[in-house]
């Protein structure tokens, strides 16, 4: 007897354990459902979002606003949002999703939307968007074409991006050139980055004018400056003659500085956000950057002495072009509570709310309407030249088509090897093109299986009221 | 069987449920599933469609892949036999009559509780090629130090170099191998006048050599597998020269979503590794002795 209780007592912890193990999210569920909900009880918001420090701080700002307002769902309950800063956001989002816990709202970059809604990961928003008055006409095309794919609303903007050139006015009038005078076409800016780069007794680099990989964040988007684009919307056109133009221009300067002298120049192991940046400590005369890179500055290097100006064209008679960019507020398709994080994705599109959170963090606003204080109350005194660009019908963004991310790193790959004068452009590009064809095909044909099916569950996941 | 034997069976099995249930769970139903994506079309967020041998076939034409199986191999290399020499050379002088010898055995494996990403981000920092401190100490005795992350021919050997920093373990190993070995052999060695080569070449060696097969299997798995040092301190780069193996095939599955894909690379490494162990028991069967076998 004794005997048959302790085996009896073994097998009944064993059942125990295995039912804690596998179990363990429903045994949860099975202690909350013990809370007493009233109309009072908050719904809970949970808000993953890419950002770190003062960027972080402007959206959390933000969520404190929302939260103090009280903003009710349909059931009137008050809808509380929990703010997450969190890195490598677009691995932690898909495989959360994957796994059927996503946060219910997704602070995402542009590239993530094309991606995540044709696999299915996110819900289309146009439904809510017409239910509430909300159009894509009250925003900048050249913004919110993010969140579009397949013709339909992925996401909403939360703030946009553009790029300019930064250069140092301190260097400039060093170098015996007028500091309010910055270059004005490619041309030209090569003439000045020679000027402003000074070498040591030994013939190394000290003092770096300009480099087109430097910092090297854009380097396949180059071929905008000379008029190219990577992607027709249809095609691969990295070896276009705009972009071969774009390429040979880089290597150019491979050639003229030397790579053995760029690499012990060296900045690539300095971290960014930091008073070691080689720009902020005036060793790098001018590169590109974004809307952002004030406010890092102000922080990193508050006395550099700074300017702004559009990025030159390779012909100035070609107006001024940017690259832009947007983060992007989306709901997960298995998210929680989708209506709820669509009242706070709504409440951060109001003019007022996203003016703000656009000057928190230096950016313009994605809207078409600006209110009349937004420039002048702006912390960021060049605003004005990044939003100007970015309205310009030429800017353009990371190539819009599902497997951007390859071609990119494969461009990525192609440009380090014309950097590295292993081979020219054109047959670093006629290897790009050898390679991400086949995938793009490959892609495009699974597509057209399964683009009626994923069409009907959008219309399904849309049809709510 | 008789009753008792039963009854020990069910208990044995009972003891050990916990274990087999964690197994089937967490390393049985992920390497079948495995197997099965890697027959398939999947992008973790979709049904996984089949497309048969597809993922198989294209990752033999994929000069990618190839280019990172031939890094792997050569970093493999040259980084098992260098880190199994200075690992075994460290534990054969730590187990020699110094003073604060348990000092100096702390100091030697402390760098391998060091976590990878810091060590990765000081490692960075050591070879920088301007003003990192190898560079500068190769300069004071009127070397040039190379760009030692940025070209193809120095990146592989930097990464070796900062393997070694965590050889701690495999010395920790190797002591506890040469303190079995009987002194009573060295004695009687030395009485037939033996050196101290001799004594490490036809005593040392052979009675360790049990431990020396375990590190150098282990090293076998470390070496295919590396990744988060790599991954921190170039990226794959420069040119994709150290483009490992696993790194690839998160790329795949992480950053462009081809699971599929992923998981027949993940089934090749598999079975290379399982190759790889078979070859190396088949060669060393002769040479490992196992003093109780």
């Known amino acids: ?465 | 069987m008789t009753k008792t034997e039963k009854s020990n069976i069910i208990k044995g099995l009972l003891f050990t449920m916990p274990w087999i249930i964690g197994m089937c769970l967490f390393t049985l139903y992920p390497t079948i599933m495995s197997v099965y994506y890697s027959f398939t079309d999947y992008s973790l967020l979709n049904a996984p469609a089949p497309v048969g041998l597809q993922n198989y076939k294209d990752l033999f034409v994929d000069e990618v892949f190839l280019k990172t199986l031939s890094n792997t191999w050569i970093y493999a290399a040259m980084a098992l036999p260098f880190g199994m020499i200075v690992s075994l050379f460290l534990a054969i002088l730590l187990n020699q009559g110094i003073i604060a010898r348990p000092l100096f055995r702390t100091i030697f494996f402390l760098p391998s509780l060091v976590p990878l990403v810091a060590l990765a981000i000081l490692w960075n920092w050591l070879f920088r090629t301007n003003d990192g401190a190898i560079n500068a100490l190769l300069e004071m005795v009127g070397v040039t130090g190379p760009d030692w992350l940025g070209s193809t021919l120095w990146a592989k050997p930097a990464l070796v170099i900062t393997g070694l920093w965590g050889c701690g373990q495999a010395v920790v190993i190797y002591l506890a191998g040469l303190q079995e070995v009987p002194r009573d052999f060295y004695d009687a060695a030395r009485v037939d006048g033996a050196n101290w080569y001799q004594q490490i070449r036809h005593i040392t060696l052979p009675l360790i050599s049990p431990v020396i097969y375990f590190n150098l299997i282990m090293g076998c798995i470390g070496t295919l597998q590396i990744f988060a040092v790599p991954f921190i301190m170039t990226n794959g780069g420069p040119l994709r020269s150290t483009l490992f193996y696993s790194m690839y095939l998160f790329q795949q599955a992480f950053r462009y979503l081809n699971m599929g894909y992923a998981c027949a690379m993940a089934v090749i490494l598999f079975f290379m590794i399982a190759a790889l162990t078979w070859v190396a028991h088949m060669i060393s069967r002769k040479h490992i002795y196992y003093g109780g076998a």
Request: proline share 7%; hydrophobic share 40%.
């Open chain 1, 1 to 465: 007897m004794k005997k048959f209780s302790s085996t009896l007592a073994w097998i009944c912890g064993i059942l125990l354990f295995v039912y804690l193990l596998v179990d363990t999210m429903k045994l949860s569920d099975v202690f909350t459902k013990h809370e007493v909900v009233t109309k009072e009880t908050p719904i809970v918001l949970e808000y993953w979002e890419k950002w770190q420090n003062f960027e972080a701080d402007a959206m959390r700002a933000i969520v404190d606003r929302f939260n103090a307002e009280k903003i009710r769902n349909k059931d009137g309950r008050p809808i509380q949002v929990h703010f997450f800063s969190v890195t490598e956001i677009d691995q932690k989002i898909l495989l959360a999703t994957a796994g059927g816990i996503p946060p219910d709202i997704a602070g995402l970059f542009d590239r993530n939307i094309m991606t995540y809604s044709e696999r299915g990961a996110l819900l289309p928003l146009d439904g809510r968007m017409k239910r509430d008055g909300l159009s894509r006409d009250d925003y900048l095309p050249q913004i919110f074409m993010f969140c579009l794919h397949e013709d339909r609303v992925w996401g909403m903007p939360a703030v946009p991006e553009a790029l300019a050139l930064y250069y140092n006015k301190k260097l400039f009038r060093e170098a015996g050139l007028d500091p309010d005078k910055p270059p004005t076409s490619i041309a030209e800016l090569d003439a000045v980055a020679e000027k402003l780069t000074k070498y040591d007794e030994k013939g190394n680099i000290v003092q770096l004018g300009f480099s087109p990989c430097e910092p090297g964040w854009w380097l396949p988007q180059w071929p905008m400056w000379f008029g190219g684009t990577n992607w027709d919307g249809e095609h691969l056109t990295c070896d276009s003659p705009q972009s071969m133009q774009a390429w040979d221009w880089i290597q150019s300067y491979a050639k003229k500085y030397t790579i053995k002298k760029l690499n012990h120049f060296g900045t690539k192991t300095v971290p960014f956000a930091s008073s070691q940046n080689y720009f902020m400590q005036g060793k790098v005369a001018m590169e590109l950057q974004g809307d952002y890179f004030l406010q890092f500055v102000k922080i990193c290097a508050p006395n550099l002495e700074l300017g702004i100006a559009p990025f030159p064209m390779v012909d100035p008679a070609m107006g001024c072009v940017t690259q832009t960019g947007c983060s992007i507020l989306s709901i997960p398709k298995s998210a929680k509570h989708p209506d709820e994080a669509w009242e706070f994705i709504k409440y951060v599109q109001r003019q007022d709310v996203m003016e703000d959170l656009c000057r928190r963090q230096w950016r313009f606003s994605p809207l078409k309407k600006t209110s009349p204080d937004f420039y002048t109350n702006h912390p960021h005194p060049y605003i004005k030249i990044f939003r100007e660009l970015a309205e310009s019908p030429r800017s353009q963004g990371w190539p819009r088509f599902s497997i951007a991310t390859e071609y990119d790193d494969e461009l990525l790959q192609a440009i380090e090897t014309l950097w590295q004068l292993q081979e020219t452009p054109a047959e670093a590009m006629k290897k790009v093109k050898t390679r991400i064809q086949p995938i793009l095909d490959r892609r495009n044909e699974r597509w057209a299986k399964i683009k009626q099916l994923r069409q009907k569950e959008w219309d399904r996941e849309d049809n709510w009221q």
